[in-house]
């Protein structure tokens, strides 16, 4: 008796401490709080800066390069025609703009250099994209970088680390080229597509080494990311299979990719962290995530965290402890991620509550402080 006694004691006990887990408890009067994390990431407060789509962020931290239609009303938003998107900056001290290009389309997918000296960006209707450069003065005159047998780009431009060399994939005809320009917009090199190849998505690892997506327009061989020394004419080394969407982490020693959990159905995909040797192969898996099929994703600075856009929801991975921890929820449409510093995320998105269904909605700029 005295045994089963002591038992019930034991599991009331049990419960009680279940029960009391992470929750509130109050002693004379003082609530003890359940002991958080140590260094566990907190969102401090969510800002809505402007409306309009961030681009790229200034070398100082101090300005959002922008691309804005100035809030005009779109009498057909279901056709890509829609008012001009001009070229913006927002300076993050006192929210000020700065209107640094007229457009007579749709201005976006701006880079500056790393000196700060140029911008380069795209201008175009109903997805054909022609490349510009200006320098970084309001109203500055724009030169065309177009092509006259690739006239048109895809939306990605990657500057080299010393500011020599911008990236840009342009496209006409039967291939694909990864041109190589320098600051005054002129070609350098070229880097053509194989038959029957696709390339988006092309990064500087360093001034040598330029990595980029490659698909497989015949479905024949695996989608991968390869990369490619510029200065010599050897072919490009696979890394790894994978879908168009990867982030390499600022120290080089992560690459963040997607591949599909099953590419027969509509299954999640799996975003994967795998260690990255300087030989470019490709280590042991960090850690890796069920995504859904729209992922945006960037590294912190310090190459701590990777942010990444799931569906509706923007989450922080820290490949380190597998800790994930999310930071946005309830977003209709999720369009562009990217840091400001170690502490302050910059993000895209329509919120839920904006949700029109008929292609109006004005896209936000929005801030994430994080300790």
């Known amino acids: 008796m005295m045994k089963k006694i002591l038992t019930l004691i034991l599991v009331v006990m049990l419960m009680a401490a279940l029960t009391a887990c992470g929750t509130e408890k109050t002693d004379d009067d003082v609530k003890v709080l359940p002991k958080e994390k140590d260094n566990e990431l907190k969102v401090l407060e969510v800002d809505e800066l402007h409306n309009g789509r961030a681009n790229d962020i200034s070398s100082d931290g101090k300005k959002i390069l922008f691309s804005w239609d100035e809030d005009k009303e779109d009498p057909e938003p279901r056709d890509e025609m829609g008012p001009p998107s001009h070229l913006y900056t927002l300076n993050l001290d006192d929210l000020s703009l700065t209107k640094m290009s007229n457009a007579e389309y749709f201005q976006s997918f ?26 970084n003065k309001p109203n500055a005159e724009k030169k065309s970088i177009l092509q006259k047998d ?84 050897e072919p490009a080394q696979k890394i790894v299979n994978a879908l168009g969407t990867y982030a390499i982490s600022p120290d080089k ?26 030989d470019f192969n490709t280590g042991s898996t960090l850690t890796e995530v069920e995504v859904g099929h729209t992922v945006k994703m960037a590294w912190s600075p310090n ?63 929005y801030r994430i402080k994080l300790k």
Do not use: C
């Open 150 to 233: 690739h006239p048109f780009a895809s939306p990605n431009i990657s500057w080299s680390p010393d500011g020599n060399l911008f990236a840009l994939i342009t496209w006409g005809g039967a291939n694909q080229i990864i041109g190589l320009y320098d600051q005054q917009g002129n070609l350098q090199k070229s880097i053509k597509s194989e038959k029957n190849q696709s390339l988006m998505n092309v990064t500087f690892y360093d001034n040598e080494n330029i990595i980029y997506f490659v698909g497989d327009v015949t479905g024949k061989t695996p989608n991968h990311i390869a990369v490619k020394n510029i200065n010599d004419k």
């Open 110 to 135: 701006a880079n500056y250099s790393p000196d700060g000296e140029k911008i380069v960006f795209l201008e175009g209707v109903e997805g054909i994209f022609t490349p510009y450069i200006m320098d």
């Open 253 to 278: 020693q992560r690459l963040a990719y997607i591949q599909n959990s099953d590419p027969n159905s509509d299954a999640p995909n799996i975003l994967k962290i795998d260690a990255l040797g300087t």
């Open 303 to 365: 190459s701590k965290y990777l942010v990444y856009s799931d569906n509706d929801k923007i989450w922080a991975l820290n490949p380190e402890t597998n800790d994930k921890k999310q930071l946005i929820s309830n977003m209709y449409v999720i369009t562009n991620v990217m840091w400001l510093n170690n502490e302050e995320v910059i993000f895209n998105g329509i919120p839920n509550e904006d949700k029109k269904g008929d292609f109006s909605e004005t896209i936000k700029m």
